[in-house]
């Protein structure tokens, strides 16, 4: 396990790797996302924070959470793959927590959506950062409906993934959209399109070479 205060080499399902590799790792174009995934043996994502895209190298873990930093100096926070955090982008996601409506605590581990069966109806608390670094905390009441299997083009080859659309309807009236790819058999994400609050710049990023 590697611990995020302490960044002195990366973490990845291949062992260790300096951290400098990671932070080398983001390329300027999605083409060159796959050719660049298939020559390092490291956990990788192709990902797009708003303005910040390319390949990002797992950069620490800790238990479900795992950190995958940009050149820029951005880092991207996933717990159990889905989005949790960032940091060092223009707006910043500060942190997440689920619920259900009758329930509004996590329940440690199980009450991450694409883990559910579906329809499955859930809460959502977040905390973000606008570009005038002025904190906001939005509540809001979602809904998971997942489809039939499709094929989805990662950058090391196609998988059949399940889609699941996510709709949240937010306490100031407003309503963004999710869609995750996950694996039918582990629930597992593969890919995320999310916008994170309303008005926030889209989120998206596909799993390269996985870390689980």
């Known amino acids: 396990m590697c611990l995020w205060p302490a960044l002195l080499v990366g973490c990845s399902s291949s062992g260790t790797t300096p951290l400098g590799d990671s932070l080398q790792a983001l390329i300027p ?9 298939a020559s390092i ?11 910040v895209q390319g390949l990002l190298v797992m950069g620490a873990r800790a ?49 991450y959506p694409w883990r559910q069966e579906t329809p499955y109806a859930y809460t959502l608390v ?21 489809a039939g299997i499709e094929t989805v083009e990662l950058p090391l080859g196609s998988r059949a993934l399940e889609r699941c659309e996510a709709s949240l309807d937010w306490a100031s009236g407003e309503t963004t959209t999710s869609t ?8 597992r994400l593969w890919a995320v399109r999310e916008t994170p609050w309303p008005g926030a710049p889209t989120m998206q990023w596909q799993v390269a070479r996985h870390w689980w």
Do not use: I, N
């Not at 995750?180 to 629930?187: E, I, V």
């Open 29 to 37: 174009t999605s083409e060159k996302a796959g050719a660049r995934a």
């Open 41 to 51: 043996p490291y956990a990788s994502l192709s990902a797009r924070l708003g303005d």
């Open 63 to 111: 238990g479900s959470v795992s950190y995958w930093p940009s050149r820029e100096g951005g880092v991207l926070e996933l717990d159990d793959g889905g989005l949790h955090a960032t940091a060092g982008l223009a707006e910043d996601l500060l942190g997440t927590r689920y619920g259900t409506p009758l329930h509004d605590q996590p329940r440690h581990g199980e009450s």
């Open 126 to 146: 977040r905390h973000w950062q606008d570009r005038e670094k002025q904190v906001h905390r939005g509540e809001a009441k979602g809904e998971m409906h997942c």
């Open 180 to 187: 995750f790819w996950r694996d039918p058999a582990t629930r």
